[in-house]
């Protein structure tokens, strides 16, 4: 397998992931069948960044599934580090739902979506 070295958000978006076979792009507004409510997202908001009052946010690479899944995600980012926004993020994926992918992105092996995830802080 071909390895390689991001050197930002912005060549993630650009070039996707390393593998040759399967390209990642930024999702689009229209991709998106089912999103996390504001509730769900405080429910995996992570509980170090929660206490300090931290907000934060990740980006998530993520395989489309046929029923539009997401799948095999991986985090390419998180901010600030070290308060788990990445790992709540991969988590909230299980609740989200893209279209699945068209026959032109299968043909050019473009099943993989790149995916922002933002944390506010909860407020009570």
Do not use: H
């Amino acid at each position: 397998m071909k390895s390689c070295i991001l050197l930002g958000l912005a060549i993630a978006a650009i070039s996707g992931a390393c593998n040759a076979a399967e390209t990642a792009r930024a999702v689009k507004p229209s991709e998106w069948r089912v999103r996390p409510s504001g509730d769900m997202a405080s429910r995996y908001y992570p509980d170090r960044a929660q206490r300090m009052e931290v907000g934060g946010q990740a980006v998530v690479d993520c395989r489309i599934g046929p029923e539009g899944k997401l799948e095999d995600c991986k985090v390419l980012s998180e901010s600030p580090a070290e308060y788990g926004f990445g790992e709540a993020a991969i988590r909230l994926t299980k609740f989200m739902e893209l279209a699945p992918p068209s026959e032109k992105d299968k043909r050019k092996g473009r099943m993989r979506r790149i995916i922002p995830v933002g944390f506010a802080v909860p407020r009570s």
